[in-house]
């Protein structure tokens, strides 16, 4: 009979720790998007193994592309993947959310078109290098992210609805920088950014994300911009009794969040080469806030990881794709996004993994009687 | 015989509570606020742009263009007090208008009976969302929003295109007219024109009287209040957070419903672009309407106003000659910010008087 006891009390204590470990692996905070990715993942490979094909083909103009649902995933995700970089750092920071990005993304790139066009509609040539209009783009986003970070910081209005003011009003300004009209460039070196560089098979938007993301890397590890930014997100208050201007931080955020504005602007006019104001990067608000929630991140402020928001843009590009492989309409594919977002949501909610833990302790514990009572 | 002294300081009381009832609160002076940029706004246009605006139609035409959207920004309103924030309601519009077309035009319903529909629509909505928010303690924003998506996805998974709805009971009810007595007009021929209202002012009307009853007089509404201006001293008090929560994104929900009624009774038409960006100016019109989206603070008769001073600037707009759609847009940003600057700037003096 003591046998038998000891036997089983061994028993528990093992499960004990294979759940322990299981819960460390799960309370990482990469562990939603991951699981959210690998679920994806497994849905494709069941439902239909083509989808990882990629195969190498020739593009219209002779030279070697990439081709495969894969490549097209990493490609759209790139302005999703440079917005969540921003997003994040100002939902670190100020525990809101820009929604005025669709609409700065759209006056990014109708400045971008205003300076390589010039006084014409449709030039022959570029009126201005690349890198001039680029440079300018840059400095208009920063400007608006600085009046979104100004108004949010100084004038201490929430996020949402200081950015309310720019998402009202950003398509109608950059109707306005292009007086209405639809700039066309066709200089095919303009296309470059958004599509291929000849030569390189792998589209140019991926090397740009990809760019963007060693940046903020390099960043987050040699200055102090994470430090602060959660620390500001968690109580502005004590940040500033330690030497932190929790405004400063704030409207930094903003202002990263513009800069990283004007490069999915750059990108987004490049793949087309004109833009459409009303269309152009639509809803790309919520996807991006979505791909901070879905990171696990707290949308109140505070803490970030950074690698799980970047994770949470490209699953979102991997689901909106794999509902388009499956012929679901563009505008029916949201409802899907919703009910997926709300299984996420609602399973990372505090209340209801504390009660799934609890269920997995009842679970094994009624496992352990039984069998002792079995023995018994 | 009482205390002379303590009679004398019971009048101080009094007094005390009378004068702190007629100043000017946050509530009041946003309000007030509201009410005369309202006001110098209309007569500026009656006076600069003439005859258009005297005419008391073009006053009505504005409330009838807007009836949903003062009953969408009445719910807003509601959440808004308790510290949250439901964008959905503009595409739970969408998805009503649809349902019901759809269900009058070709499947022969009854009228009535799309207005349980659309009612349950509403309703469902701001059950799910209120639970997601109040009792799993999910952002509202998040929750709104996939709430908004999923209306959205529904509203084409249902009909993907527009289409009108030729059921005649429903007809007669669109073209039903209430006339305003003693505001009509006389047209360029010399005959006398009535003014009238659509229904779904009257409903507007209702809407607004209700709530600001509510939020002034009963318990219910008193405690919208203390939710959004503490959170745990409201729990301290005993009063039911969560329920409360609750409560206000089931009525917004519900009121989403009538609105989405209302709107559809307005437009005769089922489409997935109905109403869009609607949840913008519902909250739009709140925060011009002296709503503090940090909770608290708000006013239904304030967000009334708010709406009307929406419109009447878009419709100042377009009869300057700029009909640029650009220009609407502008300005109602400029607007927007103007209020937002006065209110922080309003927050700030407080604060600096407390301490």
């Known amino acids: ?376 | 015989m009482s205390n002379p002294f303590e009679k004398n300081s019971n009048k101080e009381l009094s007094a005390k509570s009378l004068k702190s009832r007629v100043s000017l609160t946050d509530t009041n002076l946003l309000l007030f606020i509201t009410i005369a940029v309202f006001l110098i706004m209309y007569v500026c246009a009656v006076v600069f742009l003439g005859k258009g605006f005297a005419k008391p139609q073009t006053f009505l035409n504005i409330l009838n263009e807007n009836a949903a959207l003062i009953i969408l920004s009445c719910g807003m309103s509601l959440v808004m007090i308790t510290g949250g924030i439901d964008i959905s309601v503009g595409q739970v519009t969408a998805l009503v208008c649809m349902s019901c077309a759809v269900f009058l035009d070709k499947h022969g319903g009854n009228v009535y009976v799309a207005m349980i529909l659309a009612l349950g629509i509403g309703l469902a909505f701001g059950l799910v969302q209120g639970y997601l928010v109040a009792y799993l303690n999910i952002q509202p924003f998040i929750v709104t929003l996939a709430g908004m998506f999923f209306a959205k996805g529904m509203t084409t998974i249902i009909n993907a295109t527009q289409f009108n709805v030729e059921n005649a009971q429903f007809k007669a009810l669109k073209a039903t007219r209430v006339t305003v007595p003693g505001l009509g007009s006389v047209n360029k021929l010399g005959n006398y024109i009535d003014a009238y209202v659509e229904i779904g002012v009257i409903v507007a009307l209702l809407v607004v009287l209700i709530f600001f009853c509510v939020l002034r007089w009963t318990r219910t509404g008193r405690n919208f209040y203390a939710v959004g201006g503490n959170n745990q001293s409201a729990n301290t008090l005993g009063i039911n957070v969560r329920r409360t929560k609750f409560t206000a994104h089931l009525l917004c929900g519900l009121l989403a419903g009538v609105g989405g009624f209302v709107y559809f009774m307005h437009v005769g038409s089922g489409s997935p672009s109905h109403a869009s960006g609607a949840e913008m100016n519902a909250i739009a019109s709140s925060i011009i309407g002296g709503t503090m989206l940090t909770g608290g603070v708000g006013n239904i008769a304030g967000t009334f106003f708010g709406v009307l001073s929406l419109s009447t600037i878009k419709n100042i707009v377009t009869s300057l000659g700029l009909d640029e759609a650009w220009w609407t847009n502008i300005t109602v940003a400029a607007m927007l910010c103007i209020f937002l600057l006065l209110q922080s700037i309003l927050l700030a003096r407080k604060n600096k008087q407390k301490s």
């Not at chain 1, 608000?285 to 696990?296: P, S």
């Open chain 1, 1 to 376: 009979m003591s046998v038998s006891e000891n036997h089983f009390e061994n028993l528990p204590k093992k499960s004990v720790s294979v759940i322990d470990t299981i819960k460390k692996i799960v309370q990482k905070q990469v562990f939603i998007p991951l699981a959210a990715l690998l679920v994806l993942i497994l849905f494709n490979l069941i439902a239909d193994p083509s989808f990882f094909k990629i195969s190498l083909d020739k593009s219209s103009s002779g030279d070697p592309v990439l081709s495969g649902y894969l490549i097209t995933i990493l490609d759209n995700a790139s302005e999703l993947a440079i917005l969540a970089i921003g997003m994040t750092l100002v939902t670190s920071a100020s525990g809101g959310q820009d929604i005025s990005v669709g609409a700065t993304v759209a006056i990014a790139g109708s400045v971008v078109l205003k300076v390589l066009c010039g006084s014409q509609s449709r030039p022959d040539q570029m009126q201005a290098p690349i890198i001039v209009a680029f440079l300018i783009c840059l400095v208009v986003s920063m400007l608006f992210g600085a009046f979104n970070g100004m108004v949010v910081s100084f004038f201490k209005i929430q996020p949402m609805v200081a950015t309310l003011i720019l998402f009202t009003a950003g398509r109608s300004i950059a109707a306005w920088i292009n007086n209405n009209e639809l700039p066309v460039i066709s200089d095919p070196k303009f296309g470059y950014y958004g599509n291929f560089i000849p030569g390189i098979p792998v589209p140019t938007p991926i090397f740009i994300a990809a760019i963007c993301m060693i940046i903020i890397a390099l960043v987050l590890k040699f200055t102090n911009l994470r430090l602060y930014s959660q620390a500001v997100g968690i109580n502005p208050s004590s940040s500033r009794l330690n030497g932190i201007n929790p405004q400063l931080v704030k409207f930094l955020t903003f202002v990263i969040l513009g800069a990283c504005v004007a490069v999915a602007g750059f990108i987004k006019v490049s793949r087309l080469s004109t833009i459409n104001y009303s269309v152009v990067a639509k809803d790309i608000e919520m996807d991006v806030i979505l791909a901070v929630a879905l990171g696990g991140n707290q949308l109140s402020g505070g803490k970030f990881s950074m690698t799980s928001s970047i994770l949470g843009a490209y699953v979102i590009q991997f689901l909106t794709t794999t509902l388009f492989k499956f012929k679901v309409s563009s505008s029916a594919i949201a409802a899907y996004k919703a009910v997926v977002v709300i299984v996420l949501v609602v399973l990372s909610a505090p209340i209801v993994r504390e009660k799934m833990v609890q269920m997995k302790k009842k679970g094994t514990a009624a496992k352990v009687g039984k069998a002792k009572k079995e023995v018994a």
